[in-house]
């Protein structure tokens, strides 16, 4: 039953498929965020005693703690349409302007992974973001003329992940930017309550803080483990998910009581074992744990810096005392060779 994507972040088409489901579509219904929400209220009431169209919205965040749940919730509180797509797929200039030029006044336009925007397609997006047109070449050489298209007064909600690269003009263009944080434990085990009721999975209140303490603080990983964990209970528990089935599937998973998987403890164990605890270098703790550099710094990283288990120094990557002591390590010195 091992599943060693369990815990990883990215979520597969049919996962995002499936979720739509589990997504909530108010507000109200959308569980942590606290401050975000707060803000955005504000935001939107504000708009809707105007009678205006709202103001351009960013959203960013670690993968998979909802940003396209929090875009959708914005437009059925806006009462609006939404247009889905992501910064890849636009590929180029006339790709946007179809997608602007099918907008309805008042709809708003949805781009993931905004950061990855062809330079080019940007160029574009600055002025029917600013003015509501969009600006067109028509023709080559000395014939070439540029033509004004109007557009309707959409909003554009996009989502990165990494706000480091996106261009300061464009940052400039939203008027509200929303940080997306870590969930609390306790907000994690009233997702996974929610889902479960939603996919009439019966679990008992011991169990919920078992699989919320173990979703690495992150929704989208605590509703796949919920999966995991039905299909385990349908097997061995008779389809209810007790505090027995729950560390059952876990053990399964081979995700510990933190959430870790057998890759964060190659990571973690490479640094006790082979470099003494570190610092060392992310290229040399890649070739050591057989993974890509891009992998351990966007994928593993993250999860194990916010519960302190890693450390960035200029010299690399070290691993703290409550690593050490979770992965029951009393010296890191002359470690037999475990991996």
Do not use: W
Request: charged content about 30%; proline content about 5%; some cysteine.
């Amino acid at each position: 039953m091992v599943d060693k994507d369990i815990t990883k972040l990215e979520a597969t088409s049919d996962e995002e498929i499936y979720d739509c489901g589990l997504r909530p579509k108010t507000l109200q219904e959308y569980v942590g965020q606290h401050h975000a929400k707060k803000n955005l209220q504000v935001f939107l009431d504000a708009a809707k005693k105007r009678k205006e169209s709202i103001e351009h919205i960013l959203l960013y965040g670690p993968p998979g703690l909802g940003k396209t749940t929090l875009a959708n919730v914005i437009a059925n509180e806006t009462g609006s349409g939404i247009r889905t797509t992501s910064g890849p797929a636009i590929e180029r200039p006339g790709d946007l302007a179809a997608i602007l030029t099918n907008l309805k006044d008042g709809d708003i336009l949805f781009i993931d992974e905004i950061h990855r925007l062809n330079r080019l397609v940007e160029e574009v997006l600055y002025p029917a973001m600013e003015d509501y047109a969009l600006d067109l070449v028509v023709g080559k050489g000395p014939s070439a003329r540029t033509l004004r298209l109007d557009l309707p007064k959409f909003a554009l909600v996009g989502a990165t992940t990494r706000m480091s690269l996106m261009s300061a003009p464009m940052r400039d263009r939203f008027g509200l930017i929303l940080p997306l944080e870590f969930y609390e434990d306790d907000e994690i085990s009233s997702i996974i309550a929610r889902s479960a009721k939603i996919l009439n999975v019966a679990i008992d209140k011991k169990a919920l803080p078992i699989l919320s303490s173990r979703s690495r603080k992150t929704p989208r990983i605590a509703n796949r483990i919920l999966r995991r964990v039905r299909d385990y209970a349908e097997v061995h528990g008779g389809g209810r998910i007790s505090t027995d089935i729950a560390l059952g599937a876990l053990e399964d998973l081979d995700v510990d009581a933190l959430g870790l998987d057998r890759t964060d403890r190659k990571i973690l164990l490479a640094l006790a074992q082979k470099f003494s605890g570190g610092p060392v270098g992310i290229n040399t703790l890649a070739a050591a744990t057989a993974e890509e550099p891009e992998t351990i710094e966007e994928v593993y990283e993250p999860f194990l810096l916010q519960i302190g288990f890693l450390e960035r120094t200029p010299r690399g990557r070290k691993i703290t005392v409550s690593a050490l002591r979770h992965l029951g390590i009393k010296n890191v010195e002359n470690q037999p060779k475990l991996l």
